[in-house]
């Protein structure tokens, strides 16, 4: 039984799928599935301890503090198992990655590549994650990560103006594309926040699109995607747990 955690800047997901006999370019089956905030790390041992886990697979940008607190939770429950802390590298389960160092990649985004090579093999891709951050990267027909962009997360960007961020997702839903120009401070505020989230993805959208000469498949994840997807002008694949469903894919590639 696999577990896969997925240790990002505000929370920690966690997996646990139902194991296929071959990979089959589908979201895998999940027997359990759950997060928690980083301040609720210690309840995890109680949530994990139940399941009889043979592999443990990691991905973690959170730091070393977190890492370490999670290996302790992880060497107490399972004390026979060797977790893996996948890192980027030039090479895993059939994506190239041409960072042009590429251990500096985040992991989250090599794997979440990876995750949308596996899904939508054959095809040229836009993989937006929106969480703490939002990431907007390329993936290439012939499975190669060729790069991407970087900037401040909505609620991040929303923070940073000090302004009705508590109510970030009712204001967020209330924002039409085709009506930028808000009449209000508050409204104003997310609606410059999510047209520099939603200009940011069509930007790459169209250039990768243009740099391919070909179609291109734009695919969206992360806690904050729900709230861009209706302000995108163009079809948006929302996949949830991005990441997850890339640790799965590196098990699957690599049983051992």
């Not at 006999?21 to 949530?47: F, G, K, Q, Y």
């Not at 697979?57 to 802390?85: C, H, M, T």
């Not at 012939?142 to 009705?164: C, H, W, Y």
């Amino acid at each position: 039984m696999l577990l896969l955690i997925d240790a990002g800047n505000t929370r920690i997901k966690w997996g646990i799928p139902q194991l296929a006999t071959a990979l089959t370019n589908t979201l895998p089956d999940w027997l359990a599935m759950d997060s928690v905030a980083h301040t609720e790390i210690a309840t995890l041992a109680e949530r994990w301890h139940q399941y009889p886990v043979t592999r443990v697979l990691v991905s973690n940008v959170a730091g070393e503090g977190v890492k370490a607190q999670l290996n302790d939770i992880l060497v107490r429950i399972f004390p026979a198992l060797q977790p893996y802390w996948l890192a980027s590298q030039a090479e895993l389960a059939g994506l190239q990655n041409h960072y042009r160092h590429p251990q500096q990649l985040g992991c989250d985004r090599f794997i979440s590549a990876i995750a949308a090579h596996y899904l939508y093999p054959q095809q040229n891709l836009i993989v937006a994650t929106c969480g703490t951050a939002t990431t907007v990267d390329a993936v290439s027909v012939d499975g190669v990560f060729t790069g991407g962009m970087i900037l401040p997360g909505l609620k991040l960007m929303a923070e940073s103006l000090a302004r009705n961020t508590a109510q970030l997702p009712q204001v967020a839903e209330s924002i039409r594309v085709h009506q930028p120009f808000a009449d209000n401070t508050d409204q104003a505020i997310v609606s410059g926040c999510i047209h520099a989230q939603t200009g940011a993805i069509t930007l790459a959208y169209q250039a990768f699109a243009e740099e391919q000469k070909t179609a291109v498949t734009c695919l969206i994840s992360g806690g904050a995607a729900p709230y861009l997807l209706p302000h995108l002008d163009f079809d948006c694949q929302h996949i949830p747990n991005l990441v997850l469903t890339g640790l799965y894919v590196v098990a699957q590639s690599s049983p051992s």
